[in-house]
């Protein structure tokens, strides 16, 4: 069944940019080319494109990936992905905290490719319908890959790459939607990396029945429900309010601090002497953002707390709000 899923987003592909050839700055060809998931969207719909690398040459090719992967979607920042209207204006890309990354040659053998694989959701937010361009530039580093010799210091010059595409996006139809909204629900179930990246992207409440059935195998899929005030994803985020995992437990309380559910602060309060310390810090930081008479009451309270780090951290709110410390 997996297998299944996985391959759901395989078929659906379609070449929406004719390869360009390339040599590698040590003679071996290559080609780049983009394969859009679809050539035409519904509003609201994710999508991904492949930036797909095939091996020309006739030896095996080592093709540099990483060092720009950890941030909060895995948008690889050695990418410049450009969503431009009809107009000629670039649709913003949503701002994202960077920290670095692995890197590393990742075997292309003869005749075969390896994908980049980009989520058009993380460089654009597309909320008009339209003709739009697509525009994927990338200095690939490609050299003969050599087993226990593919050191990325000191590699070759890279090629420069531009790419561009084109793609419609439509106005949603609720029933086709469904179908999508269900084809990715299933796969997210069944584990697949893919659906992982595309399900939180989905503003429509019939994902939330997946993601709250996902969260049992990946539960940082949680704080995907928070952006739902609707009393389901609120439960799927409590049921795991008392887990013996303590980064479990911190899932929760940093959900229920994200969540538009007005309920979601009865339970964060409830996590004021969770055990751990970075849980009971999530509470200071949203009684800190919360100025009622009854937050300055709990971060009085919370001043007492046994990690110095939160204890400055309720001072601080306090002393913020001009209130006298004994």
Avoid: C
């Amino acid at each position: 069944m997996k297998l299944l899923f996985a391959n759901l987003f395989v078929f659906l592909l379609i070449l929406s940019a004719e390869a360009e050839v390339f040599t590698s700055p040590d003679g071996f060809q290559f080609a780049v080319e983009l394969k859009f998931q679809k050539s035409t969207i519904m509003l609201g719909e994710p999508i991904y494109i492949d930036f797909e690398v095939k091996n020309l040459s006739d030896v095996d090719l080592g093709v540099l990936w990483g060092g720009d992967y950890r941030n909060e979607f895995g948008r690889p920042e050695s990418f410049d992905v450009k969503v431009i209207d009809r107009s000629g204006q670039i649709v913003p890309k949503p701002k994202l905290y960077n920290f670095g990354g692995l890197s590393a040659f990742q075997k292309s053998p003869v005749g075969k490719s390896f994908n980049f694989r980009l989520y058009l959701p993380h460089w654009a937010t597309i909320e008009k319908t339209g003709e739009y361009k697509i525009e994927i530039e990338k200095s690939l580093v490609v050299r003969k890959y050599v087993p226990n010799n593919m050191k990325f210091e000191g590699s070759p010059q890279t090629n420069p790459v531009k790419l561009n595409g084109e793609l419609s996006v439509v106005a949603a139809d609720d029933k086709k939607m469904g179908e999508i909204i269900d084809q990715i629900g299933k796969a997210l179930i069944e584990g697949s990396d893919t659906a992982e990246r595309l399900a939180p992207f989905i503003n429509d409440k019939r994902i939330i029945s997946y993601l709250a059935q996902a969260i049992e195998k990946n539960v940082w899929l949680m704080r995907h429900l928070a952006k739902f005030n609707d009393d389901g994803a609120l439960r799927a985020i409590v049921s795991r309010i008392g887990d013996a995992d303590q980064e479990v437990r911190r899932n929760v309380s940093v959900s229920l601090a994200l969540s538009v559910h007005p309920q979601a602060p009865d339970y964060l309060l409830q996590m004021r002497r969770d055990k751990y310390y970075a849980i009971r810090l999530d509470v200071i930081h949203f009684l800190g953002k919360t100025k009622t008479a009854a937050s300055t009451k709990l971060l009085r309270e919370m001043l007492r707390d046994e990690n110095k780090l939160n204890s400055d951290e309720a001072k601080r709110y306090l002393q913020e709000r001009g209130e006298k410390l004994k």
